[in-house]
């Protein structure tokens, strides 16, 4: 099909706003009289509140309130989980986590007031690490889990464990009995912070009856509402929440962070009151990535076939589980500890972890760089050790149409081995390659996200438009409505304007995750432009008496019967259409990534210099280029950091890198040239065949980089991130390890 | 962040003075760290809240460079590093200086940053940057990273408190030989660079011998010399905008092929920039060779007390100081 609109690289709706300075982010916003809150933090990983003496900072001139847990109706917070106090209540179970907080007449006087809020705490032994929480007689953090909201199933047995699940088939043992070759090896991933240049920020301003109008940073502000409704105890209709321009999202920007706070400071002193997190807050009690510990142990055939493959993941919850959206509390990454691959028997358990450190939460593929990172090295240190090349052997063991997943998982038009072999060809695989060069490969996938949402199309005097629950995250996902809703009606993209509402003004919004945008409100958008044009036209019709048929359509005007081009405004006034897509029904199908990277170590310090990367995708129809590249180029690199220097360390419960200085995202020095690979005759469930890109790019990049070194010098690294000090350690070992056997 | 009074000083004798009369007062240079630090309220019993930062940028000729044959190089310790490390006759000249003041941050950092900012800044240590942990530097009592995480602290000379010398800069002016000139409430004086940086011995809450009301105000490099070698290299763990992990600054004389003096310096290593003396008497009146370049490394080394997570540093020296003297060779 010729699209006109649909695959053209166009530019971003909000773009000359955002690059002029104009957007209004959430801390832009200022209401008439509007005071200021900050937050006093715990200080210990685990203690009791023994007081808390609020005189010294109540006592500060400009200080309008200060509040404790005490102060405020008990309320726990959580997008499923209601796990998190909205200010600790006796106990603290993280440093970073919420004691009491300010509000004043400005920002440096409700910061200086917060710390002169004098907390004591009798400390109490702390589960800093999952080995600790796991340990027999081990300190429990949440007591009273099985009373807690929003836990899914039976409630667990009085341990530090939030969620467990395990899933498999075949007899694992009797699968290793065949292994010509079984590896068993732990892998480590640390936590990853999402590094948006927005940090959490909202406003909010309450009525005396409760009401309360909330600008915010989320993803989701329909589920905002609820999950600050709940928290609150109130009616959710008393919360009025703004969908707002998000200066990335990354899969951070889900909770409701100071809402519920800022509701009861707002209370305190009948103003509208701002917070917004520092990033020191944002790396110490914001919602980072997962740290994991997976150990796979594998068994293959000298003929490369995976007869056993086992597997326990532990993912690092942190204090609380109050980040994690999804309902069964798990991560989705937990389904991928197997891959795509065809394997006899498998055994996987998966434990998410309660510890005495900041809570994670979702990042861009909640738990799937950790389980690739996992899956993917274990595979390729197979590969080598049965002396069969790393593309060779995947190709063999790769699912095809028919076929599930170790999880269970079936998808139609599975294009896994293709992928593959796109990135294999592009890469020069098989090519040589100078002395402490190597490649390495890996491979995902993701699917284009589901549900349901809903899209409202219009013309007025002004022209048209589509209004939309959701916010851009930054991701483009207006631009893509607005090129489908062109396409449809035939005219530019800029000829539509997009409108954003509110919660009080339209259906239920399930909003921004798990790379659903370009299907689900594609569609919709989609669907309403179609209805929107037929509508109009049926109107028109009825209006100029005439059978619709007699009506053409061009360009979004009427062509009349005489050839004469009308518009439609003028002749039927103002027109609505709402469509709601619900994506149940929609064929399974999945996107394929393969990554081959291209590294250089120096032997003498271990430095890894990634030269090249090349990135395959089986992405469906493309809508727009622009987008769809920087979601590739951008996941790649925040698939480098992940592998080569990102972390978020926790010693003694305290966050070490606090600061972008100490925090390492790469900068333009890190980044390889890459190249990109897309699959031709795209399939997919969304507009025109498209399917999703936003959490494919970053995901195997780890792997394929760890690959890579291994290729390079032979050595394998196991834990994130690959620093120069652990390749040359590496580097060492087998050195010495030669050396003994000569 | 809380809010501090600005002064703009209108010459040296004004800022030394605001900075006699009030000991809250801070100097302001390029601010990429210092405003940075202000508003992390990094503070403890011996690190105030400053309350007045007195710009130094406002100083007529505090910025700038001049460059002749029989002086050498002058910069104005304001000079921001960008133009540094493209001005023509220090990349002629001292083309290991330019390389140097490439070294730190990001090209948007150095075009705000100082020479001066670079000499003196505050070290990077995460206790140091913490502010929960209330550390020697700060006026504590403890130095956190003898227990705690300790990767980028010092492998040599580390005492009460293992912070490293973060300056990218210090090391190439010192292998050069270059001088401070300070001006305080007493007058002018210039002293040599390698008398400039103190250890946590000395004091532990400073860096270098600067008084509160005194400023660094020009840095000296005495002209180039015939027959002179120089290397500057620089571990990082990102390719940009990172502190050093170790770096090397070399400067070395050779005559007939062997080496008639030499200046070799690292940072990242320990609390001051650190004088490599083993090799610098191991490679005299010698020719450089690999077996040469090993053993002088080696043997500097064995000086290194590596703490729990930062025998790395020690690895990482060695192979920088032979890559220093190798391609002096």
């Known amino acids: 099909m ?16 955002k690059v002029t300075g104009r957007a209004t982010y959430t801390a832009d916003i200022r209401l008439p009289n509007m005071a ?29 309130a200060v509040i404790t847990g005490k102060d405020i109706p008990p309320g726990r917070v959580g997008r499923r989980i209601r796990d998190l106090p909205i200010l600790a209540v006796d106990v603290v179970r993280f440093v970073g986590e919420r004691v009491a907080a300010v509000v004043a007449e400005d920002q440096a006087t409700a910061e200086a007031a917060a710390l002169a809020v004098e907390v004591e705490y009798e400390e109490l032994p702390a589960a800093l690490t999952m080995r600790d929480a796991l340990a027999p007689g081990a300190p429990i953090l949440h007591p009273d889990l099985a009373s807690y909201d929003g836990l899914p199933g039976a409630p667990p047995q009085q341990s530090n464990v939030l969620s467990r699940r395990t899933y498999g088939y075949g007899d694992v043992d009797e699968g290793f009995r065949q292994a010509d070759v079984i590896i068993q090896r732990r892998y480590t991933v640390p936590r990853q912070h999402q590094g948006y240049l927005e940090p959490h920020a909202c406003l909010v301003s309450t009525a005396p009856d409760g009401t309360a109008e909330v600008w915010l940073t989320n993803k989701t502000p329909f589920q905002a509402q609820e999950q600050a409704a709940k928290a609150l ?16 999202d990354f899969g951070g920007k889900g909770s409701v962070m100071d809402v519920p706070v800022a509701y009861h400071l707002s209370k305190a002193c009948g103003r509208p009151v701002r917070m917004v997190m520092s990033y020191v807050e944002e790396f110490t009690a914001a919602a980072s990535r997962h740290a994991a510990q997976i150990t796979m142990k594998t068994g293959v055939k000298r003929d490369g076939t995976i007869v056993a493959h086992q597997v326990r993941a532990l993912f690092d919850s942190g204090a609380y589980g109050a980040f994690k959206p999804s309902p069964t509390l798990e991560l989705m990454g937990n389904t991928r500890l197997g891959g795509a691959y065809r394997m006899e028997n498998v055994a996987v358990e998966s434990l998410i972890v309660y510890t005495n450190t900041f809570p994670a939460g979702h990042m861009r593929a909640p738990g799937l760089p950790q389980a690739i990172f996992a899956l993917e090295s274990q595979l390729d240190a197979l590969a080598r050790t049965i002396e069969m090349d790393p593309v060779e052997f995947r190709r063999r063991n790769l699912i095809r149409e028919g076929e599930a997943t170790p999880a269970g998982e079936q998808w139609v038009q599975v294009r896994a081995i ?21 490649r390495g ?5 993701h699917g284009a996200g589901a549900g349901a949402s809903t899209v409202q199309a219009g013309l007025d005097e002004r022209g048209f438009y589509l209004r939309t629950g959701a916010p851009d995250t930054g991701t483009g996902s207006h631009t893509i409505m607005q090129q489908v809703a062109a396409e449809t009606l035939g005219v530019p993209h800029h000829a ?5 509402s509110h919660t009080l003004a339209f259906p239920f919004d399930f909003g921004v995750g798990g790379s659903r945008v370009t299907h689900v409100y594609g569609r919709a958008a989609l669907a309403a432009a179609a209805s929107l044009r037929d509508t109009i036209l049926q109107r028109a019709a009825a209006a100029f008496d005439l059978p619709t048929d007699q009506l053409g359509w061009e360009g979004g005007q009427l062509r009349r019967p005489d050839g004469r081009l009308v518009d439609p405004f003028t002749v039927i006034g103002p027109v609505e259409v709402e469509e709601t897509y ?53 996941g790649v690199i925040q698939g480098l950091g992940y592998a080569l220097m990102e972390e978020l360390p926790v010693v003694d419960g305290y966050v070490a890198t606090q600061s972008f200085a100490e925090y390492k995202i790469p900068a333009m020095g890190d980044i390889p040239e890459l190249e990109i690979v897309l699959l031709p005759e795209p399939t997919g469930p969304g507009p025109f065949a498209a399917k999703s890109i936003g959490e494919t790019p970053n995901v195997p990049t780890a792997a394929a980089i760890a690959n890579a070194v291994e290729d390079a010098v032979g050595v394998r690294i196991v834990d994130l991130p690959i620093t120069a000090e652990k390749v040359f350690r590496a580097l060492q070992r087998k050195h010495e390890h030669g050396h003994h056997h000569h | 962040m809380r809010s501090v009074k600005y002064y703009a000083a209108t010459s040296w004798g004004d800022a030394v003075a605001t900075l006699a009369k009030y000991p809250l007062a801070k100097p302001l240079a390029g601010g990429s760290d210092l405003l940075g630090w202000i508003k992390d309220d990094l503070v403890g019993p011996k690190e105030p809240r400053w309350e007045i930062l007195v710009d130094l940028r406002t100083i007529e000729g505090a910025s700038g460079y001049r460059y002749s044959q029989g002086d050498g190089l002058r910069i104005g310790a304001l000079t921001p590093l960008s133009t540094l490390e493209t001005a023509k006759e220090i990349v002629e000249n001292y083309p290991m200086l330019a390389k140097a003041f490439a070294a730190p941050a990001s090209p948007n950092i150095r075009n705000v940053g100082t020479l001066g900012g670079n000499i003196n800044q505050r070290p990077r240590c995460w206790y140091l940057r913490g502010p929960e942990f209330s550390c020697y530097k700060k006026g504590g009592d403890f130095c956190f990273a003898v227990t705690g995480m300790n990767q980028y602290h010092a492998i040599l000379d580390g005492e009460l408190c293992y912070i490293v010398h973060p300056s990218d800069t210090a090391p190439a002016l010192l292998a050069f030989d270059a001088k401070a000139k300070i001006v305080g409430p007493r007058g002018e004086k210039t002293v040599p660079l390698s008398e400039y940086f103190i250890g946590p011995r000395v004091d532990v809450t400073r860096e270098t011998i600067l008084a509160h009301d005194e400023l660094m105000t020009e840095i000296q490099v005495p002209a180039p010399q015939p027959g002179v070698k120089t290397a500057y290299f620089k571990a990082t763990n990102r390719e940009t905008y990172d502190f050093a992990i170790v770096n090397v600054a070399s400067w070395l004389k050779i005559k007939d092929n062997l080496v008639e003096d030499s200046r070799i310096y690292l940072s990242g290593v320990a609390p001051t920039p650190y004088r490599a003396t083993i090799v610098e008497q191991t490679i005299k009146g010698k020719r450089i ?9 080696d043997q500097q080394m064995v000086r290194a007390r590596p703490m729990s997570d930062n025998a790395y540093k020690v690895d990482i020296a060695k192979a920088l100081i032979r890559r220093a003297l190798l391609e002096a060779n």
Request: net charge negative; hydrophobic share 40%; with cysteine.
């Open chain 1, 582 to 634: 619900d994506s149940a029904g929609a064929p399974n199908v999945t996107g394929f990534c393969a990554q081959v990277a291209e590294v250089r170590v120096d032997p003498e310090t271990g430095k890894v210099e990634v030269l090249r990367i090349v990135s395959a995708h089986d992405t469906g129809q493309v809508i727009n280029p622009i987008g769809h590249e920087g979601q590739i180029a951008g």
């Open chain 1, 2 to 17: 010729v699209h006109t609109t649909v695959g053209q690289p166009v530019g971003q709706v909000a773009g000359p706003l």
């Open chain 2, 289 to 297: 060779d690999e077996a040469l370049a090993r053993q002088a490394a």
């Open chain 1, 418 to 438: 293709e992928t593959l072999e796109a990135a294999a060809r592009a890469a020069g695989w098989g090519t040589p390659l100078p002395e402490n060069v190597g």
């Open chain 1, 36 to 64: 200021y809150g900050a937050v006093v933090r715990s200080t210990l990983p685990h203690a009791r509140i023994v007081s808390i003496d609020t005189s010294r900072a109540l006592a500060m001139p400009g200080v309008l």
């Open chain 1, 496 to 500: 539509i304007r997009i409108e954003t």
């Open chain 1, 441 to 445: 490969v890996a491979v995902s996938e």
């Open chain 1, 233 to 248: 105890g109130i009616p959710k209709e008393w919360l009025k929440v703004h969908v707002t321009p998000i200066g990335g």
